[in-house]
């Protein structure tokens, strides 16, 4: 498997020199994931930024009662890690499971480190990719607290138009934080 589309994707913000490609291609490691198969588990540290070249997967969290909670999707061309457990190397609290079944490119904290150090345009990438993460988490929040369901459901169409189509109405509803059954209540309701 190729690097390419990691390739891309970093060149979208600053063009890499081919030296840079080479020292990247060292420090990712494919792997093809399939559906359901977590790549973090809850008590687990994070160990890896994760790149998602084909699929969909979800975090998520599972209270108390036993009820899964979506915090986020991630799919092509998307990055998804559990940041702070990663950057810290506590355990995590969250699941990072695939959808879908997928093929990722991941990169280890201390290979990360390597890159940032010896590719320093890679920090700054990093930076806005992380940057633009906790605006969207911001959003969500916002939304979350001061939105309808019908709202947060347009709004998450808006924002993942192709997703909407690929996941099941429990998954959406979880992300949503109401019932499926209320979902599609809300779809019938748009519908009319």
Avoid at 15 to 42: D, M, N, Y
Avoid at 83 to 98: D, K, N, T, V, Y
Avoid at 160 to 168: E, G, H, M, N, S
Wanted: proline share 5%; charged share 25%; net charge positive.
């Amino acid at each position: 498997m190729s690097i390419l589309p990691l390739i891309a994707h970093f060149e979208s913000y600053i063009p890499l020199k081919e030296t840079e490609k080479q020292l990247l291609e060292g420090r990712v490691i494919h792997r093809q994931i399939k559906r359901k198969q977590a790549i973090l588990q809850e008590g687990f540290p994070c160990r890896q930024y994760t790149f998602v070249v084909e699929g969909c997967f979800r975090m998520y969290a599972v209270d108390k009662k036993g009820t899964e909670h979506n915090l986020q999707f991630s799919a092509e061309q998307d990055w998804i890690a559990d940041i702070g457990s990663f950057h810290a190397g506590r355990p995590s609290a969250l699941f990072i499971e695939a959808i879908e079944p997928a093929v990722v490119l991941q990169i280890e904290k201390q290979d990360l480190y390597f890159l940032y150090t010896n590719i320093p345009k890679l920090d700054r990438i990093f930076k806005v990719i992380v940057e633009n993460k906790y605006v969207e988490l911001q959003n969500r929040v916002l939304q979350s607290i001061s939105s309808t369901a019908q709202e947060r459901y347009l709004t998450f169409l808006d924002q993942y138009p192709k997703l909407a189509l690929r996941l099941p109405n429990t998954q959406i509803a979880s992300y949503l934080g109401i019932t499926p059954e209320f979902l599609s209540k809300i779809r019938k309701d748009i519908a009319s």
